[in-house]
């Protein structure tokens, strides 16, 4: 069974930046693309940024030019680099396939950008 742990979040000021990480018991990647997703409070999860297995990324308007996802296959890990980060990107950080798939949800990591 795939497990998908995430890490990197925390608390930082507007305009810094965070490094998040997906790291994945077995070797979905070379298979799947992959996603982060987020959930803010009281708000839907959405997804953010998305890497196929070709490399090929896309990205919601609202992070376009400030995220970047990337993935190493050799590691069975995704990251999301995160840089200008605002107020409205607070939210848990999750990963999965793009589309996701329902047993593959993690505990997610919280980010949280505040003075």
């Known amino acids: 069974q795939v497990q998908l742990v995430e890490s990197g979040g925390g608390l930082v000021q507007p305009g810094g930046s965070l490094r998040l990480s997906c790291a994945a018991s077995?070797?979905?990647?070379?298979?799947?693309?992959m996603g982060w997703y987020r959930q803010a409070q009281g708000k839907q999860r959405e997804l953010v940024a998305a890497?196929?297995?070709?490399?090929?990324?896309n990205y919601v308007d609202s992070v376009k030019g400030r995220f970047t996802i990337s993935r190493n296959g050799a590691k069975n890990t995704v990251y999301l680099q995160m840089n200008s980060l605002k107020p409205e990107d607070t939210a848990v950080y999750y990963c999965?396939?793009?589309?996701?798939?329902?047993?593959?949800w993690g505990q997610g990591t919280q980010v949280t950008v505040s003075t």
């Open positions: 999965n396939s793009s589309p996701p798939r329902l047993g593959y």
């Open positions: 077995g070797s979905i990647f070379s298979i799947y693309a």
């Open positions: 890497v196929t297995s070709g490399g090929s990324t």
